[in-house]
């Protein structure tokens, strides 16, 4: 399954499982750095389908009137974080 195919649920699931088993400790050196890998994988999924959410989210702010309008998140806050698609979150 390709990467962007996998939904932010079934990748974050995973990562939460692949933690658990980690966190246990009973595992071979081999077979835990290739879960690592994968929870590193599962995360960027995660990471990937959160920043494109934020780029959707609209604000609310006051006109000058003082009514009500929405505008989009500012531009330079998303590309500051889609900067950082390498680094994991924690």
Not at 45 to 56: F, G, P, R, V
Not at 71 to 77: G, K, L, T, V
Not at 78 to 87: N, S
Request: proline fraction near 2%; include cysteine; charge should be negative.
């Amino acid at each position: 399954m390709a990467e962007d195919k996998i939904k932010f649920e079934k990748a974050l699931e995973r990562l939460e499982e692949i933690v658990a088993t980690l966190e246990g400790g009973d595992m071979e050196l081999e077979k835990s750095l290739k879960m690592f890998e994968e929870g590193i994988k599962m995360a960027r999924i995660c990471q990937n389908h959160l920043t494109q959410a934020e780029k959707k989210i609209e604000k609310l702010v006051k006109d000058q009137k003082g009514e009500l309008i929405t505008e989009p998140m500012e531009e330079s806050h998303l590309e500051e974080d889609t900067e950082t698609d390498d680094k994991v979150p924690f």
